[in-house]
């Protein structure tokens, strides 16, 4: 009979310390490293719809940035630019050199920002559902807006779809429990510290990576047209644009998956 321990998809987990933080990282599978940075709702544990289809190729490695899910938040600095310090001392402590980086929403501020300052660490990149690289305005709209108070239940988030919620409610109870997990940094706080770190488009013209964009056609959050000038900009990047909204990888898996791992096989 074959046992799980049979598929290969072997786990480790671990903890490095970086500027007085203890940041948790989990490792599965085998092959070329593929990072995944999760975004403002997430934690290393929103992934678990990617993980067995990308570590059947991959080294996957998920982590959490400071105050989410396992790590801790002593300094009190938080967003991206404290996350991409974060993501380095994790690559150091693993001993990876090149790796696929990617990042979605908040993640994908991560994700861009660290293929711009350590472009010999970058594979290739892929940015999902983000509006990093966007105009400044459209982070400064998410600043100001009223959360979906109706839409803070069990079964829903705003993140999340109202058609999908309502047809996989229970999915939406695991979304929130996951989202739960961690000291959980101030919303606000994070989203001005992405408001505060922007990527003009002549700095984006540098971007040395082969670079997929994956946006989704019913976003409220980060709709895809925040991103055309961005990817025009970039000297080899792609947008793909798959139904669903902003947690497209949580909502519609298979499509997301797939395009990934496309890409990916391309290079």
Do not use: K
Request: proline share 7%; glycine share 8%.
């Amino acid at each position: 009979m074959t046992s799980l321990a049979d598929t290969g998809l072997r786990r480790s987990v671990g903890y490095v310390d970086s500027e007085g933080e203890r940041i948790y990282y989990e490792v599965t599978g085998a092959g070329p490293p593929l990072v995944l940075c999760h975004g403002l709702g997430g934690n290393h544990a929103i992934w678990w719809r990617q993980i067995e289809a990308f570590a059947a190729e991959h080294q996957v490695i998920t982590w959490d940035m400071r105050g989410f899910g396992n790590s801790t938040l002593v300094s009190g600095e938080v967003g991206p630019v404290a996350a991409r310090r974060d993501l380095l001392a994790v690559l150091d402590h693993l001993g990876l050199d090149r790796v696929t980086v990617l990042g979605q929403s908040l993640g994908g501020y991560v994700a861009l920002g660290f293929a711009l300052e350590h472009p010999d660490r970058i594979e290739t990149l892929v940015l999902s559902t983000t509006l990093a690289g966007a105009d400044p305005t459209y982070v400064a709209r998410l600043r100001t807006a009223e959360p979906a108070h109706d839409r803070t239940n069990r079964h829903e988030h705003p993140v999340l779809s109202v058609l999908f919620c309502l047809a996989e409610p229970d999915l939406g109870v695991l979304y929130n429990q996951i989202s739960s997990f961690g000291a959980r940094p101030s919303p606000l706080a994070v989203l001005e510290a992405m408001a505060a770190d922007s990527f003009p488009l002549p700095r984006l013209a540098t971007l040395a990576a082969r670079t997929l964009v994956i946006m989704a056609g019913d976003d409220p959050h980060c709709p895809p047209a925040a991103l055309v000038p961005a990817v025009a900009a970039m000297p080899d990047a792609t947008m793909v644009e798959l139904s669903g909204g902003h947690s497209a990888y949580y909502e519609n898996p298979a499509d997301w998956n797939r395009t990934v791992l496309e890409f990916l096989r391309q290079g």
